[in-house]
């Protein structure tokens, strides 16, 4: 019987509940180092972040260090009302953020810096799981796919932990593929 989305999200969803937090600390640090040291990484000057929610990789320290280094860093915001995801410079993770949209931190409303997708050179992904040619299994809301095909030149890097990289994700034509996959273990350059 073929998997559906709805089935593969919730076995992933089950794999990650069971991670600790020093367990999920320490794989998302052992990816900040493998994504800080990659080439595409070090010569974008735009780089896009998820914010991480609940058990994904965590992201804080890398959005922290980037700034440092640097980087011109955009978040996403969900807008509910028109279904989609717009992006905001950030610049202070400590201030300028507060519980958004399905209980996920973004940019108060003083602190909205709007960026066009096109002047992002690096898009961190988020998903819950991914497959060796790239397929990326999102949340179901369809917004990471609706914001990535606005533009297929802009580098695509997912980060995620081991175990979620599976056999074969379930696709449909809109999905985006991403061109790199992270994990703590190992760094998958997918093919088209």
Same mark, same amino acid.
């Given at each position: 019987?073929?998997?559906?989305?709805?089935?593969?999200?919730?076995?992933?969803?089950?794999?990650?509940?069971?991670?600790? $937090?020093?367990?999920?600390?320490?794989?998302?640090?052992?990816?900040?180092?493998?994504?800080?040291?990659?080439a595409e990484f070090k010569a974008a000057k735009t780089i896009m972040f998820?914010?991480?929610?609940?058990?994904?990789?965590?992201?804080?320290a890398m959005i922290k260090e980037a700034l440092k280094l640097g980087k011109?860093?955009?978040?996403?915001?969900?807008?509910?009302?028109?279904?989609?995801?717009?992006?905001?410079?950030?610049?202070? =993770?400590? $201030?300028?953020?507060?519980?958004?949209?399905?209980?996920?931190?973004?940019?108060?409303?003083?602190?909205?810096?709007?960026?066009?997708?096109?002047?992002?050179?690096?898009?961190?992904?988020?998903?819950?799981?991914?497959?060796?040619?790239?397929?990326?299994?999102? =949340?179901?809301?369809? =917004?990471?796919?609706?914001?990535?095909?606005?533009?297929?030149?802009?580098?695509?890097?997912?980060?995620?932990?081991?175990?979620?990289?599976?056999?074969?994700?379930?696709?449909?034509? =809109?999905?985006?593929?991403?061109?790199?996959?992270?994990?703590?273990?190992?760094?998958?350059?997918?093919?088209?």
């Amino acid at each position: 019987m073929k998997k559906t989305k709805k089935k593969q999200r919730q076995e992933m969803l089950n794999l990650r509940s069971q991670l600790n $937090r020093e367990d999920i600390i320490d794989k998302s640090n052992k990816i900040k180092v493998k994504l800080f040291n990659l080439a595409e990484f070090k010569a974008a000057k735009t780089i896009m972040f998820f914010i991480s929610f609940k058990n994904e990789v965590k992201t804080e320290a890398m959005i922290k260090e980037a700034l440092k280094l640097g980087k011109r860093v955009v978040v996403p915001i969900t807008n509910l009302k028109e279904n989609k995801l717009e992006l905001s410079e950030l610049k202070d =993770y400590d $201030r300028e953020l507060i519980r958004g949209s399905y209980g996920i931190l973004e940019p108060k409303k003083e602190y909205r810096r709007l960026v066009n997708f096109p002047e992002v050179n690096l898009v961190i992904c988020p998903g819950l799981a991914f497959d060796k040619d790239g397929n990326r299994l999102g =949340y179901g809301g369809g =917004y990471y796919d609706r914001l990535l095909s606005q533009d297929l030149t802009i580098n695509r890097v997912a980060i995620c932990f081991d175990f979620q990289i599976i056999e074969q994700v379930v696709v449909d034509e =809109y999905d985006i593929k991403m061109n790199k996959i992270l994990s703590n273990i190992r760094e998958i350059i997918c093919n088209d």
